[in-house]
């Protein structure tokens, strides 16, 4: 049984940094299929970023600004966000797939954590 478990959301000024982490158990594939999602209030959740076989992918919007990464034993994801704006503010979760379906919307979701911007 895989469980997320987000955590690092807090309140931070536009143009800082911040880390989310996202504690990963039962997830015993040899490959990964991993990403973080967000959902603004009144949005729909759109995908932030993602990491799989073949590499990370990320949307338009945070590109160059957020880097996502996971330890080996694939026990953490991370999202590493600089020059935050008030747009990336959202309720953010993290979410991982069979490797081998590897497709929205993906199987396992955490409860999410609040990344407010201001």
């Known amino acids: 049984h895989v469980q997320l478990v987000e955590s690092g959301g807090v309140s931070v000024q536009a143009g800082g940094s911040l880390r989310l982490s996202c504690a990963v158990s039962g997830y015993t594939y040899s490959s990964t299929c991993m990403g973080w999602f967000r959902q603004a209030l009144g949005t729909e959740r759109e995908g932030v970023a993602r990491?799989?076989?073949?590499?990370?992918t990320y949307a338009d919007s945070v590109k160059g600004r957020f880097t996502i990464s996971q330890d080996n034993a694939k026990k953490t994801l991370f999202l590493q966000m600089n020059s935050l704006k008030p747009e990336d503010t959202a309720m953010y979760y993290c979410?991982?797939?069979?490797?081998?379906?590897?497709?929205?919307?993906?199987?396992?979701w955490g409860q999410g954590t609040q990344v407010t911007v201001s």
């Open positions: 990491i799989d076989s073949d590499g990370t």
């Open positions: 979410a991982a797939d069979p490797p081998d379906y590897c497709n929205f919307p993906f199987s396992y």
